[in-house]
């Protein structure tokens, strides 16, 4: 149902800001978390943020934590995530994804990418020194 298309990346320098979006296409989100990964070459996919549909909980990984923020636009069935201090350590591709929303309906803490079954294409971020 829900297909998801993110967007935003690019290149900034060292201390700059960049802004990603997640669009679901055709439909509102179900009520489940979304999620944002990263993934940079030679690394594993870490948690980045997520976001409750509904209820707005949002988590953070421990890397991101107080230099990103995720929020919603339920006008617009997009979930941003807002990148500021950006470090060249955040240079990865980024891509949303959402699980099944009967097996994880009511979850607000979904840290593990194959709890994932619905990915964006994802989009790179690069952070120059």
């Known amino acids: 149902q829900v297909k998801l298309v993110d967007s935003g990346g690019g290149l900034v320098q060292a201390g700059g800001s960049l802004r990603l979006s997640c669009t679901s296409t055709?439909?509102?989100?179900?009520?489940?978390?979304v999620g944002w990964f990263r993934q940079a070459p030679g690394k594993e996919r870490e948690f980045v943020a997520s976001i409750t549909w509904v209820g707005g909980t949002v988590h953070y990984g421990e890397s991101v934590k107080d230099r990103f923020t995720v929020a919603k636009d339920n006008a617009r069935n997009t979930v941003t995530l807002q990148m500021n201090s950006l470090k060249p350590e955040d240079t990865a591709v980024y891509s949303c994804?959402?699980?099944?929303?009967?097996?994880?309906?009511?979850?607000?803490?979904?840290?593990?990418?194959?709890?994932?079954?619905?990915w964006g294409q994802g989009t790179q971020v690069t952070v120059s020194s």
């Open positions: 994804a959402t699980p099944n929303p009967v097996r994880f309906a009511g979850r607000h803490y979904l840290p593990r990418y194959r709890d994932y079954e619905n």
């Open positions: 055709g439909s509102t989100f179900p009520n489940i978390a």
